[in-house]
């Protein structure tokens, strides 16, 4: 079978959602298909950008592909008879984003026009695939809430589980991954100023704007935090990830109501490592257990700092919550024979 992974792409920029079309891709060659991803460029500074990729998300023509699956928003605008939808998550700015301060969008005649065409359009679209599957409860949950659309939860194996390990216990707390204001590494970075004083931090990640990382090093110069917090504000490769997961004592991952349960979280307890999150961290809480699989703390810079003391001077605590981490996600079975089938079914 000839199969398109349709997913968005901002150059330069991987995350998440990019490892999983490409994973999602090479298990399908495995199996014998044809398979390729194609990303779809998303400008979203302003509604009628949206709109504009919105409009030639809708115009592309698809041939000579036996099936199309679909992660994001535009990327599902695409049509085609034998569509199925993988959703990862809707243009969220649109929904339960929209009134907070991740909106981003203004308040304007022009924005309200917009979100009610996403609104049409993702029910319209949505409702005529072949195929309409989510990536989490959290993500199926706002599915029906927003749209009035079931979707069967998919929830995405891991592609590289082997290459991770356990280097023993590091003397640092790392935050890898793509840096935007959603992640909020940045309350991290504040953190460290009211964290004991052998509490180390890494940041590692390429910034998803040029301010998202000066943000972090004005704030560790004007502090004097250079000797305890490490920026790597840069395109982190396979590679280094698993050695920085490897050596270090714990790994905090706080998005903003996530989508899933992030493959950070998962990453971290391939590698044993204990996870520190936050109590309005969505579907990361469907793996991360306080005091048993890591910490949830409040969403605030005091009580991170009081979790990333409590892991760098409680050795054995971190070391047994990262142990049960890994026992968790070992008896998840994620099973890329299983999503493959359903995909194509």
Known sequence: MKVLVLNNGIPFLKGGAEHLADSLARELVIRGHQAQVVRLPLRWHSAEAIADSMAAAAAIQVQDADRVIALKFPAYLVPHENKVVWLLHQFRQAYDLWGTPMQYL???????????AIHTSDVRVLRAAHGLYCNSSVTADRLERFNGLHAEVLLPPHGGADTFRDDGLG?????????????????LVEAMAHAGPDVRLIVAGQPETPEDGAVMERFVEENGLGDRVRLLLRFITDEEKVDLLAGSRAVAYLPHDEDSYGYVTVEAMLSRKPVLTTSDSGGVLQLVRDQRTGLVADATPESLAAAMTTLTTRPRFASDMGAAGHEMVEKLNLSWDSVVETLLS
């Open 106 to 116: 203004p308040n304007t005649p022009e924005t309200d026009e917009l979100r009610r």
């Open 171 to 187: 003397d640092y707390v790392l935050a890898i991954g793509r840096i935007n204001a959603s992640k909020r590494q940045q309350m």
